[in-house]
């Protein structure tokens, strides 16, 4: 690379002194042919002499080519410096929590997310005077010693169990070395893994829950299909009393694999939200029309009371029939001991919910343990008593996604002895 000129302006000696140099070779040959006439006696050495200078001074009085006196001079190297604010602007750009540590772990900048997940990180303190994960903390100082990336995954189960993948990264600056630099920076940056191990824990749960309750009635099947064909097979009274059976497992299979497809369904869609409208009062009447014979083959009245005031919402008419025909269906069923189930429809009373549905049981309760587990997904209290009337244990599940995609909630109370209470807020 050339580097800069700078030209300096001369004066007029030293420019005509530059012009007599520059024709030195002219003037020594003017004065060889003086000399000579000195030596022949043409001319005395005073007139040669005069004559010399006058043709010097002629020289330098006459116009020259442009002569230039440069000097180079070496500038040093633009010193860069990184941008500490685009540093921290980009941090602030980034949905995911980031952290940016300079070379003591010390906080210098928390984007808005970070200051969301971890509300302890204050900014010119140690990371570690905050988050003591002995995992985040050896990738920090490996990170630091070494100027490597390192990538781990958080696991913490305090205050809830959460996942988090962690990028540790060097922030280099060019032209420097990354560990003899005194201002060398570390970005930290978080990405949540949650949903996604909760997602694959529950895909195999639920693998195994399914499977589960589809083999129990298959092996019964082909245990009874292998009894009609072996020492059954003349029995008309065991024929009768075995196909009886079948029948009952093969409508439990049945009613489990609509129950799949039905919650498969309601994930599918559970982020759209529902456009129809409903009247409430009507839907619930419809329900309790639905269930008259069950009810009255289990001596179970049903109660139905509704206000007076309007009574519609926004939602999937189809859904949210299958939210009150579970609620019922099941306080008909475990709360038939209690003789009524009461279903009422009255103001919510909650912000940005305005009506609020009660199905309430008087039978045996359960334990409170068991309150929060009721809407996972083939939990029973009870197994043996859960078959037997026909559940699936994937009652409650759905009717939880339904509520959830109506933007309702969904409350559970119970203690044994004192039945059950269901109320679903819906907007």
Known sequence: MDEPQFHEPMSPLTVARARVVAQG????????????????????IVAALV?????????????????????????????????????????????DPCLVLDRRSVVLHANAAAGRQFPSVVRGNPITFSLRNPQLVG?????????????IELHETVPSETWEKVLVSPLRRPGRDWLEDEDRQLVVTFQSLTELKRVDALR????????????????????????????????AAAREKFLGIMRGQAERMSKLIDDLLSLSRIEMHQHVRPTGSIDLAGLLREVREGLMMQAKAADVEIRLSLFEGPSTTTGDRSQLYEVFENLIDNAVKYGAAGKVVEVTLAPAGRPGLQHMITVIDHGPGVEPE?????????????????????????????????????????SIKSKPGEGMRVDVFLP
């Open 204 to 235: 195999s749960d639920f693998i195994a829950n399914a499977s589960h309750e589809l083999r129990t009635p298959l092996a019964s099947l082909l245990g009874f299909i292998d009894t009609l064909l072996g020492p059954a097979a003349k029995d």
């Open 370 to 410: 068991h309150v929060p587990r009721l809407t996972e997904r083939f939990y029973r209290i009870d197994a043996d008593v859960s078959r037997k009337k026909k559940g699936t244990g994937l009652g409650l599940a759905i009717v939880k996604h339904i509520v959830s995609r109506h933007r309702g909630q969904l």
């Open 51 to 95: 004559s010399f200078l006058v043709v010097v001074a002629g020289v330098a009085m006459l116009p020259a080519g442009r002569i230039t006196v440069t000097r180079t001079i070496e500038l040093p190297r633009p010193e860069i410096v990184a941008d500490t604010g685009a540093v921290f602007a980009f941090a602030d750009a980034l949905a």
């Open 25 to 44: 070779g002219l003037l020594a040959g003017i004065l060889g042919v003086f000399a000579a006439l000195v030596l022949f006696g043409e001319i005395g």
């Open 139 to 151: 990738a920090i100082d490996t990170a630091m010693r070494s100027g490597s990336v390192r990538s």
